[in-house]
Nanobody, 119 residues
């Protein structure tokens, strides 16, 4: 499975961006999909995740500003980012965890898309 992330760019503080992550194929069962980010000099951290049952989980720093969603028909994951702050700057990666068959769990990563928020 290949994950193609897009939608990053340069935006001023207070602005919005919408990230997309398209999966190249459908797998047997998706457990969860998520967005992670890595700021310069920092470790990769979870931003938001959504389970197969559409339960969502957000980092405290983005609650109320970001919204994760998934369009199963399009096999695409989204991250709507509002009220962006300079500290949201980083490379955003999408992640998919699930089973490619009834016995084989896998995790897949997208290539990352850069988000830069200027003050």
């Amino acid at each position: 499975v290949q994950l193609q992330a897009s939608g990053g760019g340069l935006v001023q503080a207070g602005g919005s961006l919408r990230l997309s992550c398209a999966a190249s194929e459908v797998i047997f069962k998706i457990n969860a999909m998520g967005w992670y980010r890595q700021a310069p000099g920092k470790q990769r951290e979870l931003v938001a995740a959504i389970t197969s049952g559409t339960r969502t989980n957000y980092a405290d720093s983005v609650k109320g500003r970001f919204a994760i969603s998934r369009d199963s028909a399009k096999n695409t994951l989204y991250l709507q980012m509002n009220s962006l702050k300079p500290e949201d700057t980083g490379v955003y990666y999408c992640d998919l965890e699930g089973y490619i068959d009834p016995w084989s769990w896998r995790e897949f990563w997208g290539q990352g898309t850069l988000v830069t928020v200027s003050s």
